[in-house]
């Protein structure tokens, strides 16, 4: 089983930086670990993910070249570092986790709300 507690969002302007962390309880080391935003009205989509070894990770075009997802499976966390945000990207923002080769995340954190002023 695992757990997963996000932290670090908040409010911030146009342009800025946050960076959300996920400290995940349990064995999530042959896990593919995701951030997964669902914007007010929209589905949630998934905007960055890293496998296991980290020698694979998976950004949303929109945020390419921005965001970066890293994991540090001996300390047990995941981090989203998202520069030059945007306000389309409000939202709230989950990690989750995998197996690798499922299609679906089957953990889930409770969220962390990120607010991205014009």
């Known amino acids: 089983q695992v757990q997963l507690v996000e932290s670090g969002g908040g409010l911030v302007q146009a342009g800025g930086s946050l960076r959300l962390s996920c400290s995940v309880s349990?064995?999530?080391?042959?896990?593919?670990m995701g951030w997964l935003r669902q914007a007010p009205g929209k589905e949630r989509v998934v905007v960055a993910a890293?496998?296991?070894?980290?020698?694979?990770?998976y950004y949303e075009d929109s945020v390419k070249g921005r965001f970066t997802i890293s994991r540090n499976n001996i300390r047990n966390t995941v981090n989203l570092q998202m520069n030059n945000l945007k306000p389309e990207e409000t939202g709230v923002y989950y990690c989750?986790?995998?197996?690798?080769?499922?299609?679906?995340?089957?953990?889930w954190g409770q969220g962390s709300k990120v607010t991205v002023s014009s």
């Open positions: 989750a986790a995998k197996r690798g080769g499922d299609s679906d995340y089957s953990f």
């Open positions: 349990g064995d999530f080391s042959t896990y593919v």
């Open positions: 890293i496998a296991w070894t980290a020698s694979y990770t």
